[in-house]
């Protein structure tokens, strides 16, 4: 059985600028997969591929094991592909009872019948209880939190096969972060295939079946997210090559001024341990 | 009285505009500033059938409808799709341009002369509430009534109109949603174009058919939206019908040279107070 | 890019345009006739005009068309008085450019405050009313039937002949570029694109935005009233008929077509439209249709938009840069000393307040931040962090409450009087103005502290070179600072956005600020940029700084802040050391969260058993792990 998402040999960026050059991933049904990565290293701009907003140069990507070369974006949406942006990209001047039917303007075609479309917003509200309360609000007056739920809500409700989630945990207070995890757990047991990128390295592996490490728009490391040498995989390509990097441009070498912390020292301090 | 008559009838008309504006902006983000070519299209397309060449009425409307509409068309593809990524300034150009060239193949092929034109041969004046009217002025002023409360209805009761109000907000996401965004803008700006072309022959009794007002109706329309605020049918009808009223009224009193002045302080006086327009719906911008 | 560089080198060389303006100004007595004559008279006025638009189009995008106007007030005022005062046409230009000044700041005032799109129509109405606005004046100015029998120009009471007159069209224009040359190559330049990159971001760094506005509008203007004086005397004859929108449709034409190039693009434009549509009379009948399909063309390739003449205006500041740059190659190497020391400022907030149409962002807010400390601002959405630090930058108004810096109260001042009070910020989204350098951008942060007048630049004063050589050596030190020194000239918006996020903290040091506020500046950074951020903090610390940090990343607020204020709901929950703040109950109830608050799903109890303070666990918890 073909993979929920397959992406192969892919290579896309913004006009001139290539910022993925290659990468390869297979997402399956029922699971999480993470891509992780440094700032810039290509993690939002290959989902942006997959959802059809960024033109791609090479490679392919595939749906069930169909080719989506060519498909237009609301194309994609349609066929599956449901896509969080980051940022909370709901729809700030509609209310969250518009967001959620707007939501459902992708569901596929068979499910179109009015009665389903209650069914579903009921739905919605069951499982966030905290926006059935607000369904006449403006998502403008949601609180951060409240909006990057209504977005994942609102990607559910076209019912799609693959989830892409940017970053959801972005700008979250921690308190709520704990829910976001909750909520992207369950998105597994109800079969979506997930792909998820993330930066906060601890959330994300929380959550992994897999794990695929970029960097500077290549992929550098895929395994299982239980495997011994995930964490080390991760941290020398988040360190490892920023730490080489670093040694290179530096005037005489050496970061270590007097008093001045060293990338590891410091890092040692931020975790507290 | 009479100058409320007439000052709802040139209001009526630049509801027209205005109401292209919104389609066009509700549609795809962008104001099409040829609307009011349109219409004046449509006003020659009148003269050319029922005074140079005697078709009938019907007929002329359909040819106005088909002519805009494909004029809408070509625009939409040549002058604002390639731009799509670029700042707003250039579509304005392009627009302007686009526009500039209506005029010019019009006065190639007219003459630059106001021309009257008979559609509905109804020359009747009469009497109501101390003011004398004609029924085309009824007309006009139903016509604006019945389009503004309808597109009303169309964007805030259909599917279709929620996603438009969705693309507005923001395009990229409403892709995402699965909202054909491109058939969407072609298709607003088709019908918004198609549409002011059938309002010419309905205007051009008032209005004759003349290349240059275009550009005067082009830009009382802009002052019409911005006043009435930028996707508000309803604002718009407001607005305009009191621009209308207020060229009216100036025009009796302080003199017909000065009343596009008065309308013109008008606008900057309330634009200044109110930056969002009378409904203080969204800010006027260009994409 | 390249098309950017050809064009700045060739348009840099000073001698190069003083050879070519030499040859035009000599043209009559190299033999070009009288008709010849006249078609570059024309291509000088219409280049004046257009030149004016370029600025404002340059900085903002935004038509100003309303140049027309501006056009008709110098033609006007340099008719009347060449009638009516006196025919000398010293007096008459002069009079022409105060006339323009100020119909070019009147017609710019709509456009402080609306959009660009408000703008281009209230300028295009107004060159409809140009008519009835010329019969107010009465018979003086002719009214509908135009200002006939202009006379021959005179100078100092010597009649010009056409080889005078032309001489003085050439030398007029030639002495507008060159000043415009100057203004746009300079720190006004720069603040241009500040502008057109955001009016918020003019305010942090010490411009008003009106003010920057204005200027523009009243450059813009000046031109064109010359130009509309200099016709007014070519032809003789004045009709309001003939400012109306074909002339509007022309300019803005030769300004896209030109405009593309550099800033003297505007003389390229007009000669494409002189020797284009304007003198064939083929053209005639098609003329509308030509300009029109011009306008089309030109607005499709310049796809990049008219930033496209943004770039033109910044391959004058590329260029002054290079020039520089090969005086100090030899100094950097000295300057990698650390940041320049600053006054301790005390940052201290009490009792503030503001309230959105009945809900209160932030309700009697009071804590104080010390020089040389980093305090942290921490809380969650909604608790009014943001809008606390745009209160104290000024770009809210408090309801209640006062802002003092060592005792200087500050409350309510507008951001550009804030900044230059000694306050710098940086933002959420980095705002980081196309089309400008890594130098540059970092020296934008100095333009409140340490302004050059207008005519200071244009005539390149003693006190403008000082100040350009000031702004380098304190870039070079900042850069040094930021270890950015190698990158000084890379085009600043294509660096990595924590890159962007340094160098945003570089230009609010650069302006001498005593008072740091950061807001969000870890957002979106991986570990590696973290660790940078932190060396430089510790470096702006170390120079006397006060720094107020909005931020969400707890760890990172673990382990730098010396002082930490909680705000929830708009008001302050607890406020002390870390230690103190992590243990304290309110705080855990409200933002670190206990496990108990709910606000979203139904799986609470899953949240529950996660312990959400400590972020980094060795293992995941089994709780929320995997399927079998």
Redesign the interface.
Known sequence: MSAALEVLDLATGYGDLRAVLDVNLRVETGTITVLLGRNGAGKTTTLRAIAGLNPTSSGRISLHGTDLAGMPAHQRARRGIGYVQEGKRVFKSRTVEENLLLGMYARPASNRARADASDLLDAAYTQFPILASRRRTPAAQLSGGQQQMLAIAQALAAEPTVLLLDEPSAGLAPSVVGEMLATIAQLRERGLAVLLVEQAMEFALALADRVVVIDLGRQVYAGAADEADVRQAVRDAYLGLAQAAAVAASPGGSPVESGEPTRAGWLRKWRRS | MTEVWAGLTTGAVYAFIALGYNVTYLAGGVINFAQAYFLVLGTFVAYWGLEQHDLSVALVFVIALVVAGLGGFVEERLAIRPLRRSGGSAELVTMIGFSTIITGALVLAFGSNAMPVSVFHLDTTHEAFGGRFQPLDIVLIAAALVLGFGLHLLTHRTRIGLAALAQTDDREAAQLRGINVSALSIGGFIIAAALAGVLGPIVVEQTFASASIAVVLAVKGFVVLVLGGVGSHRGVLVAGFTVGLVEAFGSRYVGPSYRDDLVFLLFVAVLMAFPNGISGKRRARAV | MSRLMAGSRTAGRPLVWIVVFAVVAGLPWLGLGASDLRTVILIAILALTVSGLNLS?GYA???ALGQVAVYAAGAYTGGYIAISVVNDVVVALLAAAVAALVVGIVTGI?GL??????L???S???V??IP??V??FGDRLGRYDGLQGIPIAKIFGHELGTNGFYLLVVVVAGLWFALLRNLVMSNFGASLLVLKESPVLAGAVGTSPYVTKLKAYAIGAVPAGLAGCLAAYQDSYISPVSFG?DLT?VI?AAS?LGGAMTVYGAIVGAAIMQYGPLESTVFE????????????????L??????GVATSVVGYLRLHVRHHEQESAQDTAGALIGLPDVEPTVLRLTGLTKAFGGNAAVDDVSFVALPGQITALI????SGKTTTMNLISGYYRADRGVVTLNDRDVTGLPPHKVSRSGVGRTFQTPLVPRGLTVRQVLTTGRLGTSPVSLVATALRLPVHRRTVAQDHEVGDRILGAL?LLDRADADASSL???TRRMLELGRAVAGGSSLILLD?VA?????????EL??IL?QVKRAGATILLVE?N???V??IADHVVVLGEGRVLAAGSIGEIEVDPAVLKG???D?V????????E???S?A??D???DR??GT????G
Request: charged share 15%.
């Open positions: 189009l995008g935004e038509l709509p405050r609306l959009g660009h799109w408000t281009a129509i209230t295009f109405f107004m409809l009313l009835s606005i019969n107010l929108l449709i803005l896209i009948k098609y003329a509308t249709i030509a300009y029109g399909a011009f306008l089309l063309l030109g607005g499709l310049l796809r990049n938009g008219l930033a809380g969650p959405n909604g270890r990595a956005l924590g969000e957002s979106g950074l991986d570990e590696a940029d973290i660790a932190v060396r510790e969400h707890f760890a990172l673990r382990a933002y670190l969260g496990g608050e709910v606000t979203g799903t139904r799986s609470s899953h949240a529950s996660r959400p303070t972020i980094t666990p995941p918890t929320l792990g995997r399927p």
